[in-house]
């Protein structure tokens, strides 16, 4: 099973970051993913190579149709409710934990890319 994280990570430092990898203790693997136009005119996702630069004072937005953390290799059904804690970790080996509150979601028909 997969399950896409959405939320706000906001960079309070004053110096540029790059957040490179994520995972969490319900999957076996995530991945960071972008959303790109793809050649039918639909939206495809995709790993985003290199990870995400965020910005100093600034945020990276994780939303549905944008990018996004996915959950991928989801151990057992993730409750409505739930709190799914994800380790994000920053290039230069910083990590942070953010904890994300499940709830249910009807994707929309996006054509994953690679993976099952």
């Known amino acids: 099973a997969m399950a896409p994280v959405f939320g706000i ?11 490179v990898e994520v995972a969490s203790v319900v ?3 995530a991945e960071l993913h972008e959303t790109v136009s793809g050649a039918a005119g639909g ?11 965020i910005p100093a004072g600034g945020e ?8 996004h ?22 290039e230069n080996g910083d990590t ?11 994707g929309g028909n996006e054509q994953y890319q690679g993976g099952e």
């Open 9 to 19: 990570v906001r960079n309070q430092s004053d110096e540029d970051v790059r957040l």
């Open 27 to 29: 999957s076996g693997e």
């Open 43 to 53: 939206s495809m996702m995709q790993e985003r190579e290199g990870g995400f630069v």
């Open 60 to 67: 990276l937005v994780f939303e549905p149709g944008g990018n």
């Open 69 to 90: 953390i996915m959950l991928m290799g989801v151990h057992e059904s993730i409750r409505t409710g739930q709190e799914v804690a994800v380790t994000l970790t920053l």
């Open 96 to 106: 942070s934990e953010i904890v994300a509150s499940a709830r249910s979601f009807e």
